[in-house]
């Protein structure tokens, strides 16, 4: 049973709190980023895919903790590769990624849990251990997305951190 795709620009986190989650993107402090990637990333292959519900949906349209699980994988290793783009080339466009589509084509739903834990905490700490790389004079670098959307890769990092905590947030691990 596929959910009802999420379209909304999350964008505006980077300015105010999330009612949902409790999040600050404003407020965050990136010395923090790559700590924070990497325990979120134990959290998911520690405390979330282990359980015994892991695959089951609280409700018709909402992932299952393994489909969150999927989806927070593949954004790390998304910003990875779209945080590479902007530390080697200038201003460079992202290519879309449709994340209800890959949720949908690469079947999250039926992956095998204890692969996801592995895979979402080696995708976590690639990503805190290229954070780590940034430089001071790579904060202003920047890259857009398709829809308009500018980032630094300092505004950048603040977006991303956003969704793995939001998404602990959803499975109720936060």
């Not at 690639?126 to 300092?154: K, M």
Request: proline share 6%; charged share 30%.
């Amino acid at each position: 049973m596929s959910i009802t795709p999420d379209t909304k620009d999350w964008t505006w986190v980077l300015d105010r709190r999330c009612p949902e989650c409790g999040f600050e993107a404003a407020n965050f402090d990136l010395a923090t980023l790559p700590t924070t990637l990497r325990n979120n990333a134990q959290t998911w292959a520690d405390d979330v895919l282990p359980r015994t519900d892991v695959r089951q949906r609280p409700d018709d349209s909402t992932w299952s903790p393994l489909e969150y699980a999927c989806h927070v994988r593949d954004v790390f290793r998304l910003y990875l590769f779209r945080l590479n783009l902007m530390l080697t080339r200038d201003d460079p466009d992202f290519p879309n990624w449709d994340q209800n589509e890959t949720a949908v084509a690469e079947r999250y739903g039926e992956q095998d849990p204890a692969t996801v834990a592995v895979e979402v905490a080696g995708a976590g700490t690639e990503l805190a251990d290229a954070f780590e790389r940034v430089t001071d004079g790579d904060w202003e670098r920047t890259g857009n997305r398709s829809d308009g959307a500018r980032f630094t890769v300092e505004s950048f990092a603040r977006y991303l951190v956003h969704d793995p905590v939001h998404h602990l947030h959803d499975v109720g691990a936060s």
